[in-house]
């Protein structure tokens, strides 16, 4: 259950588990859900530096509402398992990518330390490496789960302190497809509309996300649209939820997306649906697409994607035709080596038709992590600085080398490898040392086989976490770093609001900040950074990324919240953009369409979470060549029965409070 029931109740009879809110708590936080990508806005309930419950609070992408991961997903913080002490790796012990720790043994593996001597032989190394190898020896990953000011330190610490742009985070592995596509075609990588726009459009495609599991409070935003009269079509080769508040259910084969959405536009192409002024004054290659979508008819493609010809007809005519139609995507599009040409074709279906640049029209990719926008907003992508300016710019790195108060030609003008290529560097001799924050690539990456084997080949592995994660097991340092409730800090959500999280914890034990480690590993490295609040950081980062430069600390905690762009201090920030333009040279945006004709006959499905089924052990590492994205969604696996029950190897998360 979601407990929004609890929250509700108008006579108190309903409350939260085990009594919790029988006690007066000391202080009451307002701050933002650290959990996907919606961002609902929350009041923590403290007491004696515990949580003890929450309540939802009115943002503007949640209005209060609150998911069960949101309201009582928040243990984690007071988990006995929290690391509290820096570990280094006992002299003599030996990393291999098969390697476990007993949790009853972990001090046979790991030393305590303290922070000088943790931060000296952490920092120290990777200089070390750095003088003798060169600049692009090391790599860096950041997290999705920390804050802004966290990753554009972090992307700067890897720029500045390690010399290269080998720096990168988990968006490789879900939205990167996406976001070249967009880009590309539009300009910019970020949606065009807000979720709850769904409310306004008279037509909404879902395809490839499952937003009941992983966007909880958005699904409810979909539900109350399609119960007002939208029709809601789930394109999914999965089922869902959703499917049970859809007026159509696409049930295509697996991985034939690109042979679905190009019938849907080659209907409205033939029959002549398109917007012609909207095509003429907002974009250009639309001949080019129409030719290229002439041989892909519902009929030939019907056998491919498994969608009847009629089907296919009467969506496309029902989205090109509504007043006001809205896509949203998840993964299912992007984590393919052709999620690229997916995202695409999404992009010119919007374009082709008109539907973008009101409300309840547009593009929306529905971000995972809580903070997976802000993160690539901040540069913690390879290729690009914050505000997506490409490395190979010589006048973004001028502005930077500015900004960073750098002498001219410092920084590097290649773009830096990516989460998969840095795995494959380091078996190739070329990458020796990282510096990990909040990430858990043994886990999360495709062929984990292979990353762990790369990790526990590296020469030198900064690991910074909440938990000894499976890639901390691989550590020469460990830095025991602060829960999203022990720190304050920006997060953007998908809508590309920009939130102020609070703290409302103590950190426990000996752990740090995150944004205080980042601070004195840059020392380490010879950067002359000081101890800057999280408030001075901010003000950095919105003096270098012109779509935020109108937002300040003062404003964000006046007002919890300012969409972007905003781009002058007063402007009240724009929910919907491409109103008028697209941020491209000469304000037109590009048609893009291409081909597929994959047919698979069977698909299972697996979540890449659990150490039980740690399926990226088997999935496939093939990129898209644009993204770099590997193909999590597709890959040849067989099913046997039997087998043995795997044995628990890492720690934090997932245990059940005990009922009292």
């Known amino acids: 259950a979601c407990g929004e029931c609890v929250q509700a109740c108008p006579t108190g009879a309903l409350m939260p588990a085990r009594d919790v809110a029988l006690s007066v708590p000391d202080k009451q936080v307002d701050s933002v859900c650290p959990y996907c990508g919606v961002g609902c806005q929350l009041t923590y309930n403290v007491k004696d530096n515990q949580i003890l419950y929450v309540e939802g609070r009115g943002g503007p992408a949640n209005q209060s509402r609150l998911c069960v991961k949101g309201r009582y997903g928040f243990d984690y913080a007071h988990h ?76 700067k610490l890897v720029r500045t302190g390690f010399g290269s742009n080998n720096v990168d985070h988990c968006t490789r592995l879900c939205h990167a497809s996406s976001v070249v596509a967009l880009l590309e075609g539009i300009g910019s990588g970020a949606v065009s509309n807000p979720v709850m726009d769904v409310k306004r459009a008279e037509v909404v495609i879902l395809i490839g996300a499952n937003p009941t599991v992983n966007h909880p409070v958005a699904a409810t935003w979909m539900k109350n649209a399609a119960k007002s009269g939208t029709k809601l079509i789930v394109c ?41 002024e909207f095509i003429a004054s907002r974009t250009i290659g639309y001949d080019e697409l129409r030719r290229n979508v002439e041989g892909y008819s519902p009929e030939a493609m019907a056998p491919i994607c498994g969608i009847d010809a009629a089907t296919i ?203 205080w480690i980042i601070q004195q590993i840059a020392k380490q490295l010879g950067l002359a950074w000081p101890d800057a609040p999280v408030s001075e950081v901010f003000d950095e980062m919105r003096r270098t990324m012109p779509s935020i430069a109108g937002i300040t600390w003062d404003r964000l905690e006046r007002e919890h919240a300012v969409t972007y762009p905003c781009r002058n201090e007063g402007d009240p920030g724009d929910p919907v953009v491409f109103v008028d333009a697209f941020p491209r040279e000469g304000g037109k945006a590009s048609l893009y369409a291409r081909a597929d004709e994959t047919s698979p006959r069977g698909a299972v499905f697996v979540p890449f979470c659990f150490y039980e089924a740690a399926i990226n052990r088997l999935t496939n590492a093939a990129l898209d060549p644009f993204a770099k994205i590997p193909e999590f969604k597709y890959c040849a696996i067989r099913v046997a029965k039997g087998g043995t029950a795997p044995v628990q190897g890492s720690f934090g998360g997932g245990q059940l409070l005990n009922a009292e």
């Open 236 to 276: 999914d080769p999965r089922g869902s939820d959703l499917t049970r508040h859809a007026y159509r259910h696409l049930q295509f084969k697996a991985d034939t997306d690109v042979a679905l959405l190009n019938a849907m536009m080659n209907v409205i192409v033939t029959e002549n649906l398109v917007d012609p």
């Open 313 to 515: 007809r009467e969506v496309a005519r029902l989205y090109a035709t509504a007043k006001a139609s809205m896509i949203l995507w998840g993964m299912g599009i992007s984590q393919h080596v052709h999620g690229t040409d997916n995202a695409r074709c999404l992009i010119a279906l919007s374009l082709m038709t008109g539907q973008i640049g009101r409300p309840g029209t547009g593009l929306h990719p529905l971000r995972g992590q809580n903070n997976v926008q802000g993160a690539s907003d901040a540069g913690l992508i390879p290729m690009m600085y914050p505000d997506y300016q490409h490395v190979s710019s010589q006048a973004a790195r001028e502005r930077f080398e500015q900004a960073w108060k750098l002498p001219a030609g410092t920084l590097d003008a290649k773009p830096g490898l990516t989460v998969v290529e840095v795995m494959h560097a380091i078996k190739n001799g070329e990458v020796r040392g990282m510096y990990v924050m909040g990430e858990n690539p043994a886990m999360s990456d495709p062929d984990a086989n292979h990353a762990r084997e790369s990790l526990a080949a590296l020469e030198h592995l900064v690991v910074q976490d909440i938990f000894l994660t499976e890639t901390a097991y691989l550590a020469d340092v460990i830095l025991p770093a602060s829960a999203f409730p022990e720190k304050t800090g920006t997060f953007t959500n998908t809508d590309r609001l920009v939130q102020l999280g609070r703290q409302a914890l103590d950190l426990p034990g000996d752990a740090r900040q995150d944004l």
């Open 80 to 155: 006995p398992q929290r690391l509290t002490k820096p570990l280094i790796l006992r002299a003599g012990v030996l990393k291999t990518g098969d390697f476990t720790i007993d949790p009853e043994r972990v001090m046979d593996v790991f030393r305590e330390a303290s922070w000088d001597e943790a931060l000296a032989f952490a920092g120290g190394t990777l200089k070390k490496l750095r003088d003798q190898h060169g600049p692009k020896s090391l790599a860096g990953f950041g997290s999705a789960k920390g804050s802004n000011e966290e990753a554009y330190l972090f992307q």
